[in-house]
């Protein structure tokens, strides 16, 4: 069973019907107990680093993500909510994250290292580029994915790069340390890339479980 965690910054329409169309089981909760039970969660969000965070810790959410990644068991974290699981940003004042993977948040610049500009947010295609295998790449040739956002993760633990694309500074696209996993783009939204990842994690879970 998969836990869909509901802290009010997560587009929990369109990643439901993600795992639904998987015909995987799951459950959407603002309660931490609830949560604990799952064989694996995803945490989705939009919207700010520091409202998220704040969100999360008045709740009692993170305490309880602390402890069911210490637990063994797969946790996603999909856009800002890959973006939490870090050490903190800068998004409308300092922030400190969830602090399980080393890296700050930091706004795209819109200039380039010459002078020019580009978009921000990052929004549309992108071509991911693999760094290292994983369980949740397996069986995923390295395709276009759909992004918006306009805070990336910087210096990150190169060991926990699985996948990158570049939006005039190397964006980390896919994260991963052990049965902890982040995607900055939405794979919900992705095409058969989205849906092919989504099923590699939801494999884990329910690996977990069986063995």
């Given at each position: 069973?998969?836990?869909?965690?509901?802290?009010?910054?997560?587009?929990?329409?369109?990643?439901?019907?993600?795992?639904?169309?998987?015909?995987?089981?799951?459950?959407?909760s603002e309660k931490a107990e609830e949560l604990k039970k799952a064989d694996g969660l995803i945490l989705p969000g939009v919207g700010s680093f520091k409202d998220g965070m704040e969100r999360l810790n008045?709740?009692?959410?993170s305490a309880m993500i602390k402890?069911?990644?210490e637990m063994g068991k797969p946790?996603?974290?999909?856009?800002?909510?890959?973006?939490?699981?870090?050490e903190g940003s800068k998004e409308n004042g300092e922030t400190i994250g969830l602090g399980l993977l080393k890296g700050y948040v930091e706004k795209f610049p819109g200039v380039t290292a010459d002078g020019g500009r580009y978009k921000v947010p990052h929004m549309g295609w992108n071509q991911l580029e693999w760094e290292q295998s994983s369980s949740i790449l397996q069986q995923v040739e390295e395709d276009y994915a759909y992004f918006v956002h306009s805070y990336y993760?910087?210096?990150?633990?190169?060991?926990?790069?699985?996948?990158?694309?570049?939006?005039?500074?190397e964006v980390p696209a896919v994260v991963g340390s052990g049965n902890l996993f982040g995607?900055?783009?939405?794979?919900?939204k992705s095409s058969k890339l989205g849906m092919k990842l989504l099923r590699n994690f939801t494999e884990l879970a329910r690996e977990r479980v069986t063995t």
């Open positions: 069973m998969i836990g869909i965690i509901d802290y009010g910054m997560g587009n929990l329409f369109s990643v439901s019907k993600a795992i639904e169309r998987l015909n995987v089981p799951y459950f959407i008045a709740t009692g959410l402890e069911f990644t946790f996603l974290g999909i856009c800002l909510g890959m973006q939490l699981l870090f993760v910087d210096r990150i633990d190169k060991d926990a790069l699985l996948a990158k694309c570049m939006y005039d500074v995607m900055q783009f939405h794979p919900e």
